[in-house]
Each structure stands twice: as structure tokens, then as C-alpha cells.
């Protein structure tokens, strides 16, 4: 227990933990509110909102942003009061501290190498969400709950970003804050931290399950077709089952965007495929190539 | 006796800055609006639940104040501050202990922007959640996904000015991600057929040199000083610009989606 309040009172996790309770209360918030619209919706009113009078922004708006600024300002000089900006040792290229940790909001990026080459954690991956954020508005083509909160009425884009933003980053970023310790293995936040931990285990690759060397021409095949296949079925099944069945959404999307929908889909739930295979199988590599491996 | 402050109001030299007298109307509401170069980003009117704090909880604004509290603690440090490796953190240590208010100056600038990077994810999570990046906000989404990024290098650049450990390693991590970019990292996939060591990649042009230095500490300072906020000043703006051009703090209305 002394090991969790020693981890939680770190001035810089201070930060972590203002974040969880924020985004724990504007979470719930959000939710409430598009709850509430959605009832209104089903009692035949309008959502919240639709029936606005226009209000002087003197002094109507300035006051509110006065009194958010004040609290704001206020909230930040007691916690400056209170609590110290670490500073470290002097920097010394000689000395690598075990775990080195990347500033807080990367973390969930440095988790993903447990899992992925850097290659993919650090360069793809940061690429795909950031390409991934942006074409947002142009791949959501659903033109209900425009300005305000429903949940109804989009159920599938608010789940599938909420996932990405609740699950990938910020709970990512909490296991690196919280549960790694040195070697960067798990340790729950109340485990004291043992620097001379080892643990054994074998990585294996994919192929390996069946006797066939990763590394070997058919290794290589095999891992190749089955990433290959994941993003292929991945992509083209859901398109198949949407044609059948004559699917307005589909028409209305359009084979551009289909595609760079349901690649960035399928990388995104990739993340979580390997790590479950990794967490259960110890899988290291699916694909093994002489240039890169996934 | 007069209050000497509503007789202030009354004088020329009052009128001569605001250019209008003190009474409560319709007309001079709209002027202290549109007459004042702050905040004459706002409209002069504004729909009810755009001011309502549940609806746009502030982040947008708060996001603004942490970076202006972050530009003016960011220039008082960079009194006291020289970005060599020799100098810089023993610099940051005569702020905590030499100068007058130099730690509450140093608490203030760097909890305001781990502040800040939160409140710009909750600001990004609250835009999408109220669908604000629809019709006809598209781009204005973009713009925001452009200052995400740049809060995260301006805050990342940071990091490394206390030229102590953890600064230190943290870029030092941070970096070691760079060189593993396929074709122009030399760890990553493709460099070596195509001729980048380390000294010709991209985590060289980032750090200027192989490993985290003074070279890598200048640019860091410089980036972070001058080369950043000044994009994410031009690109905020922008981004308000934005705001009025799309028709205001977004809401439902009977045009945008025909169904309300």
C-alpha cells in the first residue's frame, strides 16, 4: 500500500491522477446528457437546445469565461503552491534509469513496444491515429446528432472513438504510469518494486505453434498470408455482407471511404488482437521478415 | 463624496479609450463586444446553450488561458534560463532556491501544461461527443487534430530543458522512436538498403547530433520557445477564425440536420 501512495503522490502522476478524475466526470457528463437527449427524442421533444434565443455575449458569456478563467487560475496557483515540479539528478548519458519512461502522454505508445517493434508503436501507429483523427469528419457520414449529445443516434461512431480514446490511449498511458516498473514488467501499483526481478519466458512467433520456423521461406509465407489474410478479410468480408444485403450505409459511403475506413478500423482493433495474443499465447511475431517483423 | 471610480468613467480620458459611455443598452452591449480587439473574437450575440458551462465545459477557452499563462511564465523563465548543457540545470536550480518566486514560477509553467495537454484531449473528446466536426465544422476538426500535435511537441520539447534525468531519458526514449521509422530511422525497416546511419537520419536532424547533447538541448529551446508557440499561435487563431466562420459554438439546428 506505502508503494501506491508513494506512485500516486509523485508530483508528475499528480497530473495523472487530476486527468483520471476529469475525464471519469466529463465522461459520465457526456453520457448523462446524451441519455437525456435521447429521452427526449423518444417523448417526441425537441433535444436540448433546439428551442435557443440568441443572448448578448456582454455579459452573458464574458461573465461565465471571467468566473472559469478565475477558478482555473486560482485552482493552478494552490497546486503550485502545494506541490513542487520534480527535479532529477543532473543528466547523465552514463546512467539509464530503470524504467525509462517516456513523458506521461506518450506512455501509451511506449506500452504498445511490449507488443509491436517500435517501428509500428512509435512511427505507424502515431501516423495511423493521428491521419486517423483527421479523416474523422470525412469518413462519419451519419448527418444526426450535428451539435449536440445523443447516444441513439450514433451509437456506433461514439463507440468505436470512445474505445480508442477511453481504452487505447488513456488506459494505455494509466498501465504505463502505474503498472510498469523496472524491465518495464507489470507491477500492480501497491507491489513494491524488485529491481533484480527476472522473468522467464519464451517468446514464440506464430508459426512456431505448428513446428515451422519463422524464419524459414515458409515461415515467412505463412506469416505474411495470415496478416495479409486479417487485413484483407478484415476489409473485404463486411463489404461482401453489406452488398447482400443491399446496404443504404454502404451506398452512401462510397468505395473510398469504405477503404480507409475499415483499414484504420482493422489497424485499431489490430492493437488489441495482438496484445491478448500476446498476454495469453506469449506471442512475439506473427510475421517474420529478413527487413521487419509484426 | 463621489466614488472617484464612477467619476473616473465619466472623464474624457475614459471615453477616450473606449470610445463610449457606461449606460446598460442594447447598443452598448454589442459594443464592448465588437468594439474591444480581444474580444471581438466573440459574436456580439449568442445562442443560449453555447454559453451554458455543461455543454462546451470551457476546455476550448481554458486550453487558450493555459497557453497564455504558459507564453508569460515561459518568458519569465527564460530570464533566468541559458540553454547550454552546462549551465541549464544548474540555472533551474537557482530558480528554486535563488530567485524570488523562481519555484512557484517553474510549478505554475509546468503544471499548467500538463493541464493543458488534458484539457485538449477533454476539449477533442467533447467536440466529438456533441458531433461538432459534422457539416460544416469539417476542417475546423482538422485544424484542432494539428493543435493536439502541437501542444504534445510543445510540451515534449519541454521536457527536456531541466537538463536533468528524467528530462533526459525521457527524450532520449522519445527519440529512440524516431530512429525507428521505416526508410529514414536508422534502426528502422528499409534504412539500412537505402544507405541512413545514424548520422544522417532523422533522429540527427532532430537531436543535431547522435546522441542527446547540447546541440539536442538548444534545438529543443528553440523549438520550444520560439518555433512552436508561433505555429500554434497561427494555427489557433485560425482555429477561431474557424469557429465564427462555421456559424458559432455548434448546436442543434433545423437546417444542418433537417431532423430536430
Given at each position: 500500500m506505502d508503494n501506491l501512495l508513494k506512485l500516486i503522490s509523485k508530483p508528475d502522476n499528480v497530473a495523472i491522477v487530476i486527468m483520471l478524475i476529469l475525464i471519469t466526470v466529463y465522461t459520465v457528463w457526456a453520457f448523462r446528457q446524451a441519455i437525456a437527449n435521447d429521452r427526449r427524442k423518444r417523448l417526441g421533444k425537441h433535444v436540448e437546445g433546439s428551442d435557443d434565443k440568441k443572448l448578448d455575449t456582454w455579459p452573458n458569456l464574458v461573465r461565465i469565461e471571467m468566473l472559469v478563467a478565475m477558478v482555473v487560475i486560482a485552482g493552478l496557483i494552490v497546486w503550485s503552491i502545494v506541490l513542487d515540479a520534480p527535479l532529477e539528478e543532473h543528466?547523465?548519458?552514463s546512467l539509464t534509469p530503470n524504467?525509462?519512461?517516456?513523458?506521461w502522454y506518450f506512455l501509451g505508445l511506449q506500452e504498445m513496444l511490449v507488443y509491436f517493434d517500435p517501428w509500428i508503436a512509435g512511427v505507424i501507429f502515431p501516423i495511423l491515429i493521428i491521419f486517423g483523427l483527421m479523416a474523422i469528419p470525412y469518413l462519419d457520414i451519419n448527418p444526426k446528432g450535428n451539435g449536440y449529445y445523443t447516444f441513439s443516434e450514433r451509437k456506433n461512431a461514439i463507440l468505436i472513438f470512445c474505445f480508442g480514446f477511453l481504452v487505447l490511449w488513456i488506459l494505455l498511458i494509466v498501465i504505463g504510469v502505474f503498472m510498469r516498473g523496472p524491465g518495464w514488467l507489470w507491477y500492480w501499483p501497491w507491489e513494491e518494486w524488485d529491481h533484480n526481478r527476472v522473468i522467464y519466458k519464451v517468446n514464440v512467433d506464430l508459426t512456431q505453434y505448428f513446428g515451422i520456423d519463422s524464419r524459414s521461406l515458409f515461415g515467412f509465407l505463412i506469416g505474411g498470408s495470415v496478416v495479409i489474410l486479417y487485413f484483407g478479410l478484415g476489409m473485404i468480408l463486411p463489404y461482401y455482407i453489406w452488398k447482400k444485403r443491399n446496404s443504404d450505409f454502404l451506398k452512401k459511403l462510397g468505395m473510398t471511404r469504405y477503404i480507409i475506413l475499415s483499414f484504420l478500423f482493422c489497424a485499431m482493433i489490430g492493437l488489441p488482437i495482438k496484445i491478448i495474443l500476446t498476454l495469453t499465447?506469449?506471442?512475439?511475431?506473427i510475421w517474420v521478415t529478413p527487413w521487419f517483423n509484426i | 463624496m463621489k466614488n472617484p471610480f464612477t467619476q473616473f468613467r465619466k472623464s474624457i480620458v475614459w471615453k477616450s479609450i473606449f470610445r463610449r459611455d457606461n449606460k446598460d443598452t442594447q447598443r452598448n452591449r454589442a459594443r464592448a463586444i465588437s468594439g474591444n480587439v480581444f474580444l471581438h473574437f466573440h459574436p456580439v450575440k449568442i445562442r443560449e446553450s453555447a454559453i451554458k458551462y455543461k455543454f462546451t465545459w470551457g476546455m476550448g477557452g481554458i486550453t487558450f488561458l493555459l497557453f497564455i499563462i504558459l507564453f508569460v511564465t515561459g518568458v519569465f523563465l527564460m530570464f533566468y534560463y541559458t540553454p547550454s548543457a552546462d549551465q541549464a540545470y544548474w540555472d533551474v536550480k537557482d530558480l528554486e532556491y535563488?530567485?524570488?518566486f523562481g519555484m512557484f514560477l517553474r510549478n505554475l509553467h509546468r503544471w499548467s501544461a500538463h493541464l493543458m495537454v488534458i484539457t485538449v484531449m477533454i476539449h477533442m473528446f467533447r467536440v466529438f461527443m456533441t458531433g461538432s466536426y459534422k457539416p460544416p465544422r469539417q476542417f475546423n476538426w482538422v485544424i484542432g487534430v494539428v493543435l493536439l500535435l502541437l501542444t504534445l511537441l510543445l510540451s515534449f520539447t519541454g521536457y527536456l530543458t531541466p537538463w536533468d534525468q528524467l528530462g533526459f531519458w525521457a527524450i532520449t526514449v522519445g527519440t529512440n522512436m524516431a530512429a525507428?521509422?521505416?526508410?529514414?530511422?536508422?534502426?528502422?525497416?528499409f534504412s539500412e538498403q537505402i544507405g541512413i546511419t545514424v548520422y544522417n537520419d532523422i533522429r540527427f536532424a532532430l537531436l543535431?547530433?547522435?546522441?542527446?547533447?547540447q546541440s539536442a538541448l538548444l534545438r529543443a529551446y528553440v523549438w520550444h520557445c520560439i518555433g512552436l508557440p508561433l505555429i500554434a499561435l497561427i494555427f489557433m487563431f485560425y482555429h477561431f477564425w474557424r469557429v465564427r466562420k462555421d456559424g458559432g459554438i455548434s448546436g442543434p439546428n433545423i437546417n444542418n440536420t433537417g431532423i430536430n
Open positions: 543528466s547523465n548519458p524504467p525509462a519512461k517516456a513523458p499465447l506469449n506471442m512475439k511475431y | 535563488q530567485v524570488p525507428a521509422a521505416p526508410f529514414i530511422g536508422f534502426e528502422g525497416p543535431g547530433g547522435s546522441t542527446v547533447g
